[in-house]
């Protein structure tokens, strides 16, 4: 009878762990293209609602192994073996008082490479020469009636306002070909056909950094007044 006691202590324990963490939990998988996958991770909670958390994912094939590319995702767009899709990124200006917090970043991956944060290459083509094929509009005023300072390529403060926090992204769908995302304030339209050179700049001319939280590493472009003539 103790046996059983000690048995039934160590079961409550971790069912006490799967409540609290989420641990142990299976996700589901929804095949994106291209062998590109979007994993659903739930997370059930005793005394609150449960939580999802979703990953871009790349399948070797049979739908048994996969690769994590990002860990925290939406909106995931596959085209010719590319994945655009948003990423959760830990903010770039650090909160003392939420180290997790996150800025929703435009991301783009061919697998095997290593994803790379494409937000302000698109952000800075569409200041330099705006065309059909890239484009930004404005969708609403702020607080104060007044319009965000939209990038030009003649400012000499580029390289801050293009890490403005109006770049936080909170959806991206696909339309007649195009991307399309969008901001409290902004609205971008960016051609499939456009996304592979954005790509090759980025990894060119990019640094690899690590997500301070995932620990996830990703390719970024350094905005330099020298490398943006």
């Known amino acids: 009878m103790k046996l059983d006691k000690n048995l039934a202590v160590h079961f409550s324990l971790v069912i006490f762990c799967v409540g609290l963490t989420g641990c142990g939990t299976i996700p ?3 095949d994106k293209g291209g062998r590109y996958v979007e994993a659903t991770y739930t997370h059930p909670g005793l005394w609150e609602p449960s939580g999802r958390r979703m990953a871009l994912c790349y399948e070797y094939g049979g739908g048994l192994w996969h690769s994590t590319i990002w860990p925290d995702t939406f909106g995931i767009h596959v085209t010719n073996d590319v994945a655009v899709f948003i990423a959760r990124k830990t903010a770039r200006r650090p909160d003392p008082e939420w180290r997790e917090k996150t800025d929703n970043r435009l991301f783009a991956v061919r697998w095997p490479e290593m994803p790379m944060d494409i937000t302000d290459e698109v952000v800075w083509r569409c200041a330099k020469q705006p065309g059909p094929q890239l484009y930004a509009t404005l969708e609403s005023p702020l607080a104060d009636g007044s319009w965000p300072k939209w990038v030009k390529q003649s400012d000499t403060n580029l390289v801050e306002d293009i890490k403005n926090p109006y ?8 339309t007649n070909g195009a991307l ?14 456009l996304v592979p050179d954005v790509m090759r ?19 970024e472009k350094e905005f330099k007044p020298e490398v943006q003539k």
């Not at 399309?180 to 056909?193: A, R, S, T």
């Open 167 to 174: 770049m936080s992204i909170d959806l991206l769908e696909e």
């Open 180 to 193: 399309k995302f969008c901001g409290p304030y902004f609205d971008f339209h960016l051609d499939w056909n």
């Open 28 to 30: 589901s998988y929804e």
């Open 201 to 219: 700049e980025v990894k060119g001319k990019g640094v690899v950094r690590k997500d301070r939280v995932w620990g996830t590493s990703y390719i």
